[in-house]
């Protein structure tokens, strides 16, 4: 269905290179993807209908270009070509790699991804916004039609990067996604911003933990036809988180919205408070979390999983379990969990599960968080499989001081027993086990 | 701008005819929506032709309401922002018609014995997919939930705007029956950048189903094409409900629903040809 390129069309770029278009890929408002390659390295290319191709548009993709990426998250452009004969033009940006799923697969059940790749997405998210932010760009459209994350790993590609633009630029022709949008854009108050953004962020990060929005609940289960009004009212003029402490009007409603109901009883009580926080104080401007804050509770999140003997993953809920004393029951087998061997540094605790891998930023708390090159992973000993270990992957050496108070080294390569009460010196910060 | 032959003809093998279809042309001929719907009719499906009725009925008034308010300006914060809202209101409103239905048409004692599974859950018995196009000077937005085809035509060449759902296999289909069926329908939304197309055909799986592979099926969509712009229109109204008869029985042997879209500026041959026809 391509209106605007041919296959096997040559661009030129800059008058040097030049961009083959290879195939079609997809339609969207502003115009047509295509996979192209330069050089005989694929790209995806997309070209803007002819009344997209504003001048406007040509020179903030100019602009973009020339700021480069915030990080390696974002398919961003790279390089402008243009038609001369009918003045339009397009922009390369890598490639989305097959692995990335789009969050509307998620909502679909199309993709199960394990809580670990969720929790692991939700930090990648909020580190790139935060990485976005800090430049003085506002994303403007962050909805699940632009974000792509692999199951399997939780890495995350954030597409549709053309609309960035700097922080209160008034442009207008892209107000966001309906659902995504802040409450004041919804009103006709306000024109996307940081702060709009970082609402449009919890919307998405609640979309993929709960797999609903967190506005639809029994208001929205008595609309009869989703039009303008009934829109702005549900998102904007009176807005009601579905699991307000103080406004109970809007619950989710049994048989309809059961994702919700569902997945609110599998998350601890830390991660619900922030979403509370973020669409009772979050609805106004002024009462947003921050990206910081979210990425902060996501590494929570990741660091709280547990596994039950069932397989099934859940989360260890630590306010429940200093109020009550016992640990929580299973989702799925409907048993009570046994707490796994745990590692606590500062304020941090982190459930030691069989694969749990212990990275920088877990013991180095000035490091941003990235899931790459892990100082620790868990092992089992070779003979006594009662018996497990940390292992030491870094390139440092820890010492290691046991609840007697005998002090030991462990040299990169080489474990460390995962005993009650010992401390682990990681260099920077000292984290204690706790069995 | 558009003529449209909207043809039904029922499966030899069943006793009603499951499939529905529908369309409307406002008197100013800004734009045409269409719509067709395939009752499941399966043992579990007994009420999937009244479904299939409904989800066209709901389709075609939300099309309408949809084109009068939305005048798509601004491509990006239109069509992309509200398919899901229209996703969910044709949804929904589907699902208020039928259990409207039924509380004013219980299960006879009969039906309620054909399946335990229908009887808790009643709204399976209207099972249904659904097709529809919406079809504007500027763009065309294209609709489908379930199995069934759209094609394209363009001169010479077959397209289809919304590809086939490589997850359905064998006579698996989405319904309107599923619950969360609004996020299944897919949507394509076409910004006519030079000509509109020459026709467009929408047709329940019936149809595709009666062809040993998709080629096959795609020539007819040309030849219907050839055959509008040889013979006419009045042509291919005289002779389809024949021309699909044969069809299902020599093929699929299901129930079989084609609505053609064509357009007919710029056609003076076909014009002319009907003309003659008509007089």
Redesign the interface.
Known sequence: ?N??LKEKQILPIDGKDSCLVERFLG????GEVYRASIQGKPYALKWY????ATSEQKSSLENLIRIGAPNNKFLWPKFLLTNPKNNTFGYIMPLRLPQYKGINDL??R?VEPTFKALAIAGVHLANSFSKLHANGLCYRDISF?NLFFDPITGDIQICDND?VTTNGNPLV???????FTAPEIVRGEAHPSRDTDLFSLAVLLHYMLFVHHPLEGEQEAK??????PA?TKLYGKNPVYIYDPKNTTNRPVA?IHDNAIAFWKIYPTFIKQLFIRAFTDGLKPNGRIMEIEWRDNMARLYDNLIYCRCGAENFHDATEYETTGKTIVCWSCHKPTILPPRLKIGKNLIMINVDTLIYPFHVDLSISCEFSDPVAKVNQHPQNKSLWGFQNLSKDKWTVISAEGALTEVLPGKNVSLINGIRINFGKTEGVIQV | MWQIIAESVKSPNHPLNQDAKKYFIPKDKEYVVVAVADGHGSKKCFRSNVGSEFAVEVLINNFRQHFSSNKFDNLQAGFSGTKDNLAKTIHRQWMEKVRNHLANNPFSPEEELIDVKVLNNQVISYGTTLLGALIAKNYIIYLQLGDGDILVVNDKEVTRPIPKDENLIANETYSLCDKEADSLFRFYYQPVIGQLPDLILLSTDGYSNSFPNDNEFQKTALDYNNLYKEEGMSFIRKNISGWLKDTTVHGSGDDLTAILVFKTSENESATKRETNITN
Do not use: C, E, W, Y
């Open positions: 269905m209106q605007l339609s969207g408002g502003q209908f002819p009344k997209q909502m679909r199309k039609g609309n022709t892209v107000l966001g996604t309906p659902r609309i009869h036809a989703f039009d303008l829109m048989g």
